[in-house]
């Protein structure tokens, strides 16, 4: 990278962080414009960022879309980063007409089933390991909550998880399973017996920090091949989807479902509506009756 765009590389990077983003967030932003910038020096050598035209910029979509077979919603926060580099960098004018998001396909999650779940959980010894799949799925919690999750925010007098910092950037409570508290308490007292409230749920490898999203994910990885479930296409956020149709299956409405998941908008949650029409349990036809 030049000195020139450098120097505009690092203004966006300074816009960015005020905006208090989380680390991996500011890091795949940022890693975005290097991708774009890398891409103008290379075919584009004797432009200034602020001359590319907008008819280079869709050459430089294409690249992203036939070249690096990238997925039309990355390729839109690539978009979204080229945007605000224009506004916030550039100050130049953005035009949506030149360069449109992309349409994407909306595809229903994997969700396995509860006896699936139940398998997982059962399959694993590791008492750490045991207390954080049940969790996921118990309490429908996202994979960053449960990382950020401290001892003092499992509140067992009313049975539930303080969340601090939700993806929406709010607080809330999650459900607490009483089957999940006896797997944490048993966890604590086998493994974790120095623990203060202050300490992380789950310590990472270091001192003082918690364990990361990509640990979580290789745990669960790993258990459902030893439960059989491997090849099906579940991920640790599987666990949260089976939390929403599961209560959904037994009767709970959807403002309930909302509210244990901590969705923003009911949109979301309607999720679950089609999902439980698609397994045949919620509806039936009236054709058969």
């Given at each position: 990278?030049?000195?020139?765009?450098?120097?505009?590389?690092?203004?966006?990077?300074?816009?960015?962080?005020?905006?208090?983003?989380a680390p991996s967030t500011l890091s795949t932003y940022t890693s975005y414009l290097?991708?774009?910038?890398?891409?103008?020096?290379?075919?584009?050598?004797?432009?200034?960022?602020?001359?590319?035209?907008?008819?280079?910029?869709?050459?430089?979509?294409r690249y992203l879309k036939d070249i690096r077979h990238l997925n039309p919603r990355t390729i839109n926060v690539h978009i979204s980063q080229l945007r605000d580099f224009f506004y916030y960098v550039l100050h130049k004018d953005w035009d949506n007409r030149e360069v449109p998001l992309l349409h994407f396909d909306e595809k229903l999650p994997i969700v396995p089933t509860k006896a699936e779940v139940i398998a997982l959980i059962d399959s694993i010894n590791n008492p750490k390991h045991k207390a954080e799949i049940a969790l996921l799925y118990s309490s429908g919690i996202r994979i960053s909550e449960l990382c950020r999750l401290k001892c003092k925010d499992i509140?067992?007098?009313?049975?539930?998880?303080?969340?601090?910092?939700?993806?929406?950037?709010?607080?809330?409570?999650?459900?607490?399973?009483?089957?999940?508290?006896?797997?944490?308490?048993?966890?604590?007292k086998t493994s974790y017996r120095n623990a203060t409230l202050e300490s992380w749920l789950f310590p990472g490898q270091r001192p003082g920090t918690h364990i990361c999203t990509g640990t979580v994910s290789r745990v669960f990885s790993a258990h459902l091949v030893d439960a059989g479930l491997s090849g099906k296409g579940y991920v640790p956020h599987s666990l949260r989807h089976a939390f929403g149709l599961h209560l959904y299956e037994s009767g709970a409405d959807l403002m309930s479902i909302k509210e244990a998941l901590g969705h923003k908008s009911l949109s979301s949650?309607?999720?679950?509506?089609?999902?439980?029409v698609g397994n045949g349990r919620t509806v039936r036809s009236p054709y058969d009756d």
């Open positions: 990278m030049n000195n020139t765009n450098q120097s505009l590389f690092n203004k966006h990077q300074d816009i960015l962080s005020f905006r208090d983003l290097t991708s774009y910038i890398n891409w103008v020096e290379d075919n584009l050598p004797e432009k200034a960022l602020a001359s590319v035209t907008w008819e280079e910029i869709r050459s430089y979509i509140i067992r007098g009313c049975r539930c998880i303080h969340i601090s910092k939700a993806k929406n950037r709010s607080e809330r409570y999650a459900v607490l399973s009483e089957k999940a508290l006896v797997l944490l308490v048993r966890y604590v949650t309607t999720i679950y509506l089609t999902l439980g």
